[in-house]
């Protein structure tokens, strides 16, 4: 922290006691290198590499991936916290591709749960899923989506009150049409960031609203996405509960921690994905596509092949944008 300008360097960040490591709260990202994991909580965090101040939203978005045309509503900490807790589309690109190689669906009809900014249902739809219904209760997350997927039905309103027939009708689909419903359950429950309550946050069974809605509309498949910190909290008692409500709905289940990196995410972000299979296709998740630059580091996935393009840095993520403002 040594580096960066007094007026940065706020006292909450500073230790006062003498001892310890250096605080590592306030942290100025490396350009050559991907981003630290972004959060709603970044924003008096990060420093951005080459300036003294710290990063923009529209900066974030970049490290997330998203495109610059992705316009986000609300004030300056409504369009923070959207931007923290998206899914990045790339990654979100790159498992839809994967499975729509492995369903094969007639319908490309897809619902989203839980979308937030639409970080995962945009990247969805790229691999070419068509999404029929945005459901949301957050009212600046339902304008993004208005906003920036112009073709999506947004339902803004609490998932425990919408039925799973509305869903079905504006998809203008019946019962097993549907080709996925894909979401990610509220992440603070289970999160390094919040009070990791689990199961006992009322956020925490939101998950049993997702399993509803695909026990009622019987897609082809599901994907379901948190933070890996779900496999260890309370003692792993939530994961065993999640993944318990995901195989009550007969489907067959795999679940993996993937690195955002490795799909062309700048960014270092750790998420699992479950998905499920009706129809017991085999789901693969998606092979990383990207490596990294420094000489000894991974150059080659766990099967021993060469990654054919370098990972994204935080210095390219932000190249060629407009002088900072701290609005998007």
Same mark, same amino acid.
Request: glycine share 10%; hydrophobic share 35%; net charge negative.
């Given at each position: 922290?040594? %580096?960066?300008?007094p ?61 610059? %045309? ?9 369009t ?10 790339p ?36 691999a070419?899923? %068509? ?7 957050d ?18 309103? %609490? ?12 998809t ?13 359950t ?36 599901f ?11 309370n ?13 009550e ?31 017991s ?37 932000f ?7 701290f609005?998007?």
């Open positions: 922290m040594g %580096d960066l300008p007026e940065l360097q706020h006292r909450s960040f500073k230790r006062t006691d003498g001892g310890g490591g250096p605080n590592l709260r306030l942290l100025r990202l490396h350009p050559d290198l991907p981003s630290n994991t972004v959060t709603a909580y970044v924003f008096n965090k990060f420093v951005h590499p080459d300036e003294d101040r710290f990063i923009t939203p529209r900066e974030a978005a970049r490290l997330q991936g998203f495109p610059d %045309d992705h316009v986000f509503a609300g004030p300056l900490t409504a923070q916290h959207q931007v923290g807790n998206a899914v990045p589309p990654l979100a690109k790159a498992l839809g591709t994967s499975l729509m190689e492995a369903i094969g669906a007639s319908s490309n009809k897809a619902v989203g749960l839980f979308s937030g900014a639409g970080g995962l249902d945009l990247g969805l739809s790229r070419g899923f %068509d999404i029929g219904a945005c459901v949301e209760i009212p600046f997350s339902c304008e993004t989506l208005r906003a920036s997927g112009s073709e999506w039905h947004v339902v803004e309103r %609490d998932i425990q009150l919408v039925p799973s027939e509305e869903l079905m009708e504006l203008a689909t019946d019962e097993g049409e549907t080709a996925l419903v894909a979401g990610g509220p992440c603070q429950p289970f999160s390094n960031a919040g009070k990791q309550k689990g199961i006992d946050d009322p956020r925490g069974i939101l998950f049993q609203q997702f399993v509803r809605v695909v026990g009622d509309l019987k897609p082809r498949a994907l379901l996405e948190n933070v890996p910190n779900i496999m260890s909290v003692k792993g008692a939530s994961f065993r509960a999640v993944l318990a409500g995901l195989e709905t007969g489907y067959e289940i795999s679940y993996k921690i993937l690195n955002a990196e490795e799909y062309g995410v700048p960014q270092f972000r750790r998420r699992i994905f479950f998905l499920g299979s009706r129809d296709e085999e789901l693969l998740f998606p092979s990383p596509t990207h490596g990294v630059k420094e000489e000894g580091l991974r150059l080659f996935d766990p099967n021993g092949n060469s990654r054919q393009k370098a990972m994204h840095t935080a210095g390219e993520a190249e060629n944008l407009p002088p900072a403002s609005t998007v």
